[in-house]
């Protein structure tokens, strides 16, 4: 039987009186590609966020790779990260950057697939002086060096060259054939075709799950996939529209 390497049930978070996740439900498989997407304000990077431990939820559970998260910090060394927008001080090389990440989690990195993004081209550059796009390659290959048997990674390919962006989506297709979840976040519907497999849609502050292979279009017409996914996600902004006004 195969066990989800991450699992949430009943996951509640609230701001004040402002309830964003209302009991959410969701597991990723090994070797498989789950697809977050909902509206801005649905909660997506809530829900990251009490994953990684930076919030604190106000109910439900939270396993990685079967252990509970609020026994303490240690369950992250299975997760690999990759935020929408890093933040590495300043004034550190790409170099010292990877040796500091290497220190924090005491494992030897393995940058292969960060050879394949270009990033050994400037590894001696100073993070404030890469662009956009570079610091997006960076990014990538640090969340991929450490075998973590999670990958959570929110808008990967965003910021990358058109080249780059094939060159991380055949990287994620190598990772998901050797076994790695796979938590992704993206308004890139593109993405969503080549790699998902199943989507789970934030709405009213609950995760509906949806096999990517049921949605028309999936395989076959990426145009079609992309209408439905984009036309779903329009009804979920006009039901929270509608939910507001009352």
Not at 14 to 23: D, F, P, S, T
């Amino acid at each position: 039987m195969n066990t989800a390497s991450l699992s949430i049930a009943g996951l509640r978070k609230a701001y004040g009186k402002k309830e964003v996740l209302r009991g959410v439900n969701l597991e990723a498989l090994p070797g498989t590609v789950t697809a977050i997407l909902g509206p801005n304000g649905s909660g997506k990077t809530t829900l990251m966020r009490c994953l990684l431990g930076l919030h604190v939820p106000d109910g439900g559970k939270i396993h990685v790779m079967s252990e509970d998260v609020r026994l303490g910090p240690a369950y992250r060394r299975h997760i690999g990260y990759m935020p929408q927008v890093p933040g590495f001080p300043e004034n550190l090389t790409v170099r010292e950057i990877t040796r500091l990440v290497e220190s924090i989690r005491s494992v030897r990195a393995r940058f292969g697939h960060g050879e394949r993004l270009g990033i050994t081209a400037f590894l001696d550059q100073k993070w404030k002086t890469l662009s956009g796009g570079m610091k997006q390659k960076v990014n990538a290959a640090l969340a991929l060096a450490f075998d973590a048997s999670l990958l959570v990674l929110d808008e990967p390919t965003a910021s990358l060259d058109p080249a780059s962006r094939l060159r991380l989506m055949e990287a994620l297709r190598e990772e998901k054939a050797r076994g790695k979840a796979i938590l992704l976040t993206t308004h890139r519907l593109d993405d969503l075709w080549e790699i998902s497999d199943r989507l789970v849609f934030l709405r009213e502050g609950k995760a509906e799950c949806v096999a990517a292979i049921d949605v028309p279009g999936m395989g076959s017409n990426p145009s079609l996939f992309e209408r439905h996914v984009a036309g779903y996600l329009e009804e979920t902004v006009h039901e929270s529209d509608a939910e507001a006004a009352v």
